[in-house]
Protein backbone atom coordinates (compact mmCIF):
# COMPACT_ATOMS: atom_id res chain seq x y z
CA UNK A 1 0.00 0.00 0.00
CA UNK A 2 1.37 3.44 -0.84
CA UNK A 3 -0.56 6.75 -0.40
CA UNK A 4 0.12 8.79 -3.46
CA UNK A 5 -0.50 12.31 -2.79
CA UNK A 6 -2.02 14.09 0.06
CA UNK A 7 -3.21 17.68 0.47
CA UNK A 8 -3.39 19.37 3.94
CA UNK A 9 -4.96 22.75 4.82
CA UNK A 10 -4.67 23.98 8.77
CA UNK A 11 -2.97 21.24 10.45
CA UNK A 12 -1.43 22.27 13.40
CA UNK A 13 0.94 24.63 11.95
CA UNK A 14 1.04 23.64 8.10
CA UNK A 15 -1.36 26.15 6.54
CA UNK A 16 -1.11 24.35 3.04
CA UNK A 17 0.67 21.43 1.70
CA UNK A 18 0.01 19.64 -1.47
CA UNK A 19 3.00 16.83 -2.34
CA UNK A 20 3.03 13.94 -4.67
CA UNK A 21 5.27 11.28 -3.09
CA UNK A 22 7.57 9.01 -4.11
CA UNK A 23 6.71 5.08 -4.30
CA UNK A 24 9.71 4.30 -1.75
CA UNK A 25 11.07 7.06 0.84
CA UNK A 26 10.32 10.35 1.51
CA UNK A 27 12.80 12.60 3.61
CA UNK A 28 11.85 15.81 5.50
CA UNK A 29 14.79 17.71 6.35
CA UNK A 30 14.65 21.06 8.91
CA UNK A 31 15.21 22.05 12.69
CA UNK A 32 13.24 20.78 15.44
CA UNK A 33 9.78 23.05 15.67
CA UNK A 34 9.30 23.46 12.19
CA UNK A 35 6.72 20.91 11.31
CA UNK A 36 8.26 17.60 9.87
CA UNK A 37 6.52 15.44 12.46
CA UNK A 38 3.33 17.59 11.52
CA UNK A 39 3.30 15.98 8.06
CA UNK A 40 3.82 13.12 9.53
CA UNK A 41 1.14 13.35 12.07
CA UNK A 42 -1.05 14.26 9.64
CA UNK A 43 -0.21 10.92 7.43
CA UNK A 44 -0.78 8.66 10.70
CA UNK A 45 -4.16 10.51 11.46
CA UNK A 46 -5.83 9.51 8.61
CA UNK A 47 -5.26 5.86 9.35
CA UNK A 48 -6.01 6.42 12.77
CA UNK A 49 -8.31 9.24 13.01
CA UNK A 50 -6.39 10.65 16.02
CA UNK A 51 -2.62 12.42 16.31
CA UNK A 52 0.09 10.34 17.72
CA UNK A 53 1.57 13.63 19.64
CA UNK A 54 -1.83 13.37 21.91
CA UNK A 55 -3.51 16.19 20.49
CA UNK A 56 -7.10 16.75 20.66
CA UNK A 57 -8.68 17.72 17.59
CA UNK A 58 -9.73 21.13 18.28
CA UNK A 59 -5.74 21.73 19.07
CA UNK A 60 -4.76 19.93 15.82
CA UNK A 61 -6.46 23.23 13.74
CA UNK A 62 -4.00 26.08 12.76
CA UNK A 63 -3.78 28.93 15.46
CA UNK A 64 -6.38 31.87 14.03
CA UNK A 65 -8.40 29.13 11.74
CA UNK A 66 -11.83 27.67 12.02
CA UNK A 67 -11.32 24.26 10.25
CA UNK A 68 -8.59 21.36 9.19
CA UNK A 69 -8.57 19.49 5.80
CA UNK A 70 -6.72 17.01 4.72
CA UNK A 71 -7.23 15.18 1.52
CA UNK A 72 -5.21 11.85 0.84
CA UNK A 73 -4.99 9.42 -2.34
CA UNK A 74 -3.77 6.02 -2.06
CA UNK A 75 -2.58 2.84 -4.07
CA UNK A 76 -4.36 0.46 -1.95
CA UNK A 77 -4.64 -3.39 -3.31
CA UNK A 78 -3.70 -2.22 -7.07
CA UNK A 79 -7.22 0.20 -5.87
CA UNK A 80 -6.94 4.01 -5.98
CA UNK A 81 -8.46 5.24 -2.74
CA UNK A 82 -9.08 8.34 -1.68
CA UNK A 83 -9.54 9.67 2.17
CA UNK A 84 -10.87 12.91 3.25
CA UNK A 85 -10.57 14.42 6.65
CA UNK A 86 -12.16 17.15 8.00
CA UNK A 87 -13.59 19.05 11.63
CA UNK A 88 -14.67 22.21 12.63
CA UNK A 89 -14.18 24.41 15.72
CA UNK A 90 -17.32 23.06 17.51
CA UNK A 91 -18.19 20.24 15.74
CA UNK A 92 -17.73 16.53 14.85
CA UNK A 93 -14.75 15.30 12.90
CA UNK A 94 -15.65 13.32 9.80
CA UNK A 95 -13.85 10.59 8.01
CA UNK A 96 -14.44 10.07 4.22
CA UNK A 97 -13.18 6.83 2.72
CA UNK A 98 -14.36 7.36 -1.14
CA UNK A 99 -17.01 10.22 -0.26
CA UNK A 100 -18.68 7.83 2.27
CA UNK A 101 -18.98 8.97 5.70
CA UNK A 102 -17.94 6.09 8.60
CA UNK A 103 -20.34 5.41 10.86
CA UNK A 104 -18.01 4.18 13.08
CA UNK A 105 -14.51 5.68 13.16
CA UNK A 106 -13.58 1.94 14.15
CA UNK A 107 -14.42 0.34 11.14
CA UNK A 108 -11.32 1.94 9.80
CA UNK A 109 -9.01 1.12 11.76
CA UNK A 110 -6.67 -1.60 10.46
CA UNK A 111 -7.70 -0.77 6.25
CA UNK A 112 -5.02 1.29 5.64
CA UNK A 113 -2.01 -0.22 7.91
CA UNK A 114 1.19 2.04 9.25
CA UNK A 115 3.26 1.42 11.66
CA UNK A 116 5.14 4.76 13.41
CA UNK A 117 8.78 5.01 15.26
CA UNK A 118 8.95 8.47 17.51
CA UNK A 119 11.31 9.69 19.86
CA UNK A 120 8.48 9.09 22.30
CA UNK A 121 8.51 5.13 21.72
CA UNK A 122 11.08 5.53 24.98
CA UNK A 123 7.55 5.65 26.94
CA UNK A 124 7.44 2.20 26.04
CA UNK A 125 9.93 1.26 28.51
CA UNK A 126 10.30 3.83 30.59
CA UNK A 127 6.64 4.45 31.22
CA UNK A 128 3.42 2.82 32.97
CA UNK A 129 1.80 -0.59 31.80
CA UNK A 130 -0.71 1.68 30.00
CA UNK A 131 1.43 2.44 27.49
CA UNK A 132 2.73 -0.87 26.59
CA UNK A 133 -0.83 -2.24 26.76
CA UNK A 134 -1.67 0.57 24.14
CA UNK A 135 0.68 -0.01 22.09
CA UNK A 136 -0.04 -3.72 21.86
CA UNK A 137 -4.21 -2.92 21.53
CA UNK A 138 -3.05 -0.55 18.88
CA UNK A 139 -1.25 -3.82 16.44
CA UNK A 140 -3.68 -6.12 17.08
CA UNK A 141 -6.66 -3.71 15.95
CA UNK A 142 -5.19 -3.21 12.87
CA UNK A 143 -4.99 -7.15 12.65
CA UNK A 144 -8.48 -8.20 14.21
CA UNK A 145 -10.94 -6.50 13.76
CA UNK A 146 -13.33 -8.97 16.49
CA UNK A 147 -10.34 -7.86 18.94
CA UNK A 148 -10.81 -3.56 18.56
CA UNK A 149 -14.96 -4.59 19.55
CA UNK A 150 -14.55 -6.79 22.57
CA UNK A 151 -11.72 -4.66 23.75
CA UNK A 152 -14.51 -1.18 23.75
CA UNK A 153 -16.90 -3.31 25.11
CA UNK A 154 -14.47 -4.36 27.88
CA UNK A 155 -13.36 -0.87 28.52
CA UNK A 156 -17.44 0.32 28.67
CA UNK A 157 -18.11 -2.22 31.01
CA UNK A 158 -15.16 -1.72 33.27
CA UNK A 159 -15.97 2.24 33.17
CA UNK A 160 -19.10 1.50 34.38
CA UNK A 161 -18.23 -0.80 37.44
CA UNK A 162 -15.57 2.10 38.34
CA UNK A 163 -18.45 4.26 38.53
CA UNK A 164 -20.33 1.84 40.65
CA UNK A 165 -17.30 1.51 43.02
CA UNK A 166 -17.29 4.90 43.35
CA UNK A 167 -20.37 5.46 44.13
CA UNK A 168 -20.94 2.61 46.99
CA UNK A 169 -23.33 1.13 44.63
CA UNK A 170 -23.90 -2.21 47.27
CA UNK A 171 -26.64 -3.83 44.63
CA UNK A 172 -24.37 -7.27 43.69
CA UNK A 173 -26.73 -7.81 40.52
CA UNK A 174 -25.52 -4.45 38.89
CA UNK A 175 -21.91 -5.90 39.59
CA UNK A 176 -22.41 -9.32 38.02
CA UNK A 177 -24.38 -7.93 35.05
CA UNK A 178 -21.17 -5.95 33.89
CA UNK A 179 -18.73 -8.60 34.98
CA UNK A 180 -20.56 -11.17 33.09
CA UNK A 181 -19.62 -9.15 29.94
CA UNK A 182 -16.11 -8.24 30.76
CA UNK A 183 -15.25 -11.38 31.51
CA UNK A 184 -16.90 -12.80 28.26
CA UNK A 185 -14.26 -9.93 26.22
CA UNK A 186 -11.67 -10.48 28.53
CA UNK A 187 -11.25 -13.99 27.23
CA UNK A 188 -10.85 -12.71 24.21
CA UNK A 189 -8.36 -10.00 24.64
CA UNK A 190 -5.95 -12.03 26.88
CA UNK A 191 -5.80 -14.97 24.19
CA UNK A 192 -5.09 -12.65 21.59
CA UNK A 193 -2.67 -10.76 23.33
CA UNK A 194 -0.43 -13.68 25.12
CA UNK A 195 -0.49 -15.54 20.73
CA UNK A 196 0.19 -12.47 18.75
CA UNK A 197 2.78 -11.03 21.52
CA UNK A 198 4.64 -14.62 21.07
CA UNK A 199 4.50 -14.01 17.29
CA UNK A 200 5.95 -10.37 17.47
CA UNK A 201 8.49 -11.61 20.42
CA UNK A 202 10.27 -13.58 17.77
CA UNK A 203 10.75 -11.23 15.09
CA UNK A 204 11.19 -8.73 17.65
CA UNK A 205 14.75 -11.42 18.54
CA UNK A 206 15.38 -11.56 15.03
CA UNK A 207 16.06 -8.19 14.51
CA UNK A 208 17.55 -6.98 17.15
CA UNK A 209 19.98 -9.66 16.81
CA UNK A 210 20.98 -8.16 13.65
CA UNK A 211 20.98 -4.19 14.96
CA UNK A 212 22.93 -5.31 17.51
CA UNK A 213 25.42 -7.61 16.26
CA UNK A 214 23.91 -10.10 18.31
CA UNK A 215 26.24 -9.54 21.55
CA UNK A 216 23.00 -8.50 23.32
CA UNK A 217 20.38 -11.42 24.63
CA UNK A 218 16.77 -9.72 24.64
CA UNK A 219 13.01 -10.73 26.01
CA UNK A 220 9.93 -9.68 25.52
CA UNK A 221 6.78 -11.44 27.02
CA UNK A 222 3.31 -10.94 28.50
CA UNK A 223 2.19 -11.07 32.04
CA UNK A 224 -1.00 -11.10 33.45
CA UNK A 225 -1.26 -8.70 35.93
CA UNK A 226 -2.67 -11.17 38.73
CA UNK A 227 -1.30 -14.63 39.65
CA UNK A 228 -4.19 -15.66 40.49
CA UNK A 229 -5.35 -18.44 38.02
CA UNK A 230 -8.98 -18.62 38.94
CA UNK A 231 -11.97 -17.73 36.10
CA UNK A 232 -12.19 -13.51 35.59
CA UNK A 233 -15.54 -13.81 37.17
CA UNK A 234 -14.21 -15.83 40.65
CA UNK A 235 -11.63 -12.80 40.88
CA UNK A 236 -14.07 -9.95 40.75
CA UNK A 237 -16.25 -11.49 43.32
CA UNK A 238 -12.94 -11.72 46.12
CA UNK A 239 -11.95 -8.46 45.03
CA UNK A 240 -15.57 -6.64 45.26
CA UNK A 241 -14.98 -5.47 48.93
CA UNK A 242 -11.20 -4.02 48.31
CA UNK A 243 -12.11 -2.57 44.90
CA UNK A 244 -14.86 -1.01 46.69
CA UNK A 245 -12.85 0.65 49.54
CA UNK A 246 -10.14 1.92 46.56
CA UNK A 247 -12.35 2.91 44.24
CA UNK A 248 -11.72 0.86 40.97
CA UNK A 249 -11.17 -2.44 39.61
CA UNK A 250 -7.88 -4.25 40.55
CA UNK A 251 -8.50 -7.55 38.33
CA UNK A 252 -8.79 -8.32 34.32
CA UNK A 253 -6.84 -7.60 31.46
CA UNK A 254 -6.60 -3.69 31.71
CA UNK A 255 -3.80 -4.46 34.67
CA UNK A 256 -1.38 -7.14 32.02
CA UNK A 257 1.78 -5.77 30.91
CA UNK A 258 4.77 -7.09 28.68
CA UNK A 259 7.90 -7.40 30.21
CA UNK A 260 11.03 -6.05 28.50
CA UNK A 261 14.42 -7.29 29.57
CA UNK A 262 18.00 -6.99 28.24
CA UNK A 263 20.35 -9.71 29.49
CA UNK A 264 17.64 -10.56 31.90
CA UNK A 265 17.27 -7.65 33.56
CA UNK A 266 14.32 -4.88 33.33
CA UNK A 267 15.20 -2.53 30.50
CA UNK A 268 13.81 0.42 32.30
CA UNK A 269 16.76 0.23 34.80
CA UNK A 270 19.71 -1.23 33.38
CA UNK A 271 19.62 -0.43 29.35
CA UNK A 272 21.63 2.54 28.02
CA UNK A 273 19.87 5.27 26.32
CA UNK A 274 21.27 3.57 22.78
CA UNK A 275 20.27 0.22 23.94
CA UNK A 276 16.79 1.68 24.67
CA UNK A 277 16.77 3.64 21.37
CA UNK A 278 17.74 0.02 19.41
CA UNK A 279 14.80 -1.55 21.51
CA UNK A 280 11.70 0.52 20.37
CA UNK A 281 12.76 0.84 17.23
CA UNK A 282 13.30 -3.15 16.97
CA UNK A 283 9.61 -3.31 18.23
CA UNK A 284 8.22 -1.02 15.68
CA UNK A 285 10.28 -3.26 12.82
CA UNK A 286 8.93 -6.48 14.18
CA UNK A 287 5.09 -4.44 14.31
CA UNK A 288 5.69 -3.87 10.80
CA UNK A 289 6.38 -7.45 9.48
CA UNK A 290 3.66 -8.81 11.86
CA UNK A 291 0.90 -6.49 10.24
CA UNK A 292 2.72 -6.92 6.48
CA UNK A 293 2.12 -10.79 7.31
CA UNK A 294 -1.94 -10.23 8.49
CA UNK A 295 -2.77 -7.39 6.72
CA UNK A 296 -1.44 -8.79 3.20
CA UNK A 297 -0.01 -5.11 2.72
CA UNK A 298 2.74 -3.08 3.29
CA UNK A 299 2.40 -0.82 5.74
CA UNK A 300 3.73 2.79 5.52
CA UNK A 301 6.84 3.18 7.53
CA UNK A 302 7.06 6.70 9.43
CA UNK A 303 10.55 6.89 11.23
CA UNK A 304 10.62 10.19 13.13
CA UNK A 305 13.99 11.41 14.08
CA UNK A 306 15.29 7.95 14.76
CA UNK A 307 18.88 8.59 14.52
CA UNK A 308 19.62 10.14 17.89
CA UNK A 309 20.96 8.59 20.58
CA UNK A 310 22.68 6.07 18.23
CA UNK A 311 26.12 4.94 17.21
CA UNK A 312 27.11 4.35 13.27
CA UNK A 313 26.98 0.91 13.14
CA UNK A 314 23.24 0.75 14.29
CA UNK A 315 22.24 3.28 12.11
CA UNK A 316 24.16 1.76 9.43
CA UNK A 317 22.07 -1.73 10.23
CA UNK A 318 18.44 0.10 10.55
CA UNK A 319 18.99 1.96 7.59
CA UNK A 320 19.82 -1.30 5.44
CA UNK A 321 16.88 -3.44 6.88
CA UNK A 322 14.50 -0.80 6.28
CA UNK A 323 15.54 -0.05 2.66
CA UNK A 324 15.26 -3.29 1.63
CA UNK A 325 12.43 -4.78 -0.88
CA UNK A 326 10.45 -6.41 2.00
CA UNK A 327 9.90 -2.75 3.39
CA UNK A 328 7.15 -0.24 1.68
CA UNK A 329 6.52 2.85 1.42
CA UNK A 330 8.93 5.03 4.13
CA UNK A 331 8.60 8.86 5.44
CA UNK A 332 11.70 9.72 7.39
CA UNK A 333 12.19 12.85 9.02
CA UNK A 334 15.59 14.48 10.59
CA UNK A 335 17.57 17.54 11.00
CA UNK A 336 20.57 15.81 9.98
CA UNK A 337 20.97 15.77 6.04
CA UNK A 338 23.84 12.88 6.24
CA UNK A 339 21.77 10.00 7.57
CA UNK A 340 18.77 11.46 4.45
CA UNK A 341 21.46 11.04 1.66
CA UNK A 342 22.55 7.75 2.71
CA UNK A 343 19.17 6.34 3.02
CA UNK A 344 18.74 7.92 -0.13
CA UNK A 345 21.72 6.34 -1.76
CA UNK A 346 20.44 2.89 -0.88
CA UNK A 347 17.21 3.47 -2.84
CA UNK A 348 18.95 3.78 -5.54
CA UNK A 349 17.44 6.96 -6.99
CA UNK A 350 13.76 6.30 -5.96
CA UNK A 351 13.08 9.01 -3.43
CA UNK A 352 12.06 12.83 -2.86
CA UNK A 353 13.13 15.09 -0.23
CA UNK A 354 11.91 18.20 0.98
CA UNK A 355 13.09 20.87 3.41
CA UNK A 356 10.45 22.29 5.71
CA UNK A 357 10.59 25.99 7.27
CA UNK A 358 7.61 27.05 9.36
CA UNK A 359 5.44 24.45 8.45
CA UNK A 360 6.12 25.17 4.77
CA UNK A 361 7.37 22.16 2.64
CA UNK A 362 9.52 22.63 -0.10
CA UNK A 363 10.87 20.22 -2.55
CA UNK A 364 14.74 19.85 -2.69
Known amino acids: MNINHIRICNFKNIAEADLDFSPKVNCFLGNNGMGKSNLLDAIYY ?19 EDFSMIDARYDRRGIEEELQFGITRGHRKSLKRGGKAYQRLSQHIGAFPLVLSSPHDIDLIRGSGEERRRWLDMIISQADAVYLDELIRYNRCLEQRNKLLRERVADPSLYIALEIQMDRAAQYITSCRERYVAEIAEIFNRYYSDISGGGESVTLTYCRGSEDDAPLMEQFERARHRDEVIGHTTVGPHRDDIEMLIDGMPMRRVASQGQCKTYVITLRLAQYEFLRGVSGMMPLLLLDDIFDKLDSSRVEKIMEIVTRDDFGQIFVTDTNRQHLDEIMRRTRGDYKMWLVENGVLTSI
Not at 46 to 64: A, E, H, N, Q
Open 46 to 64: MSFCKSFSGMTDSMLIRRG
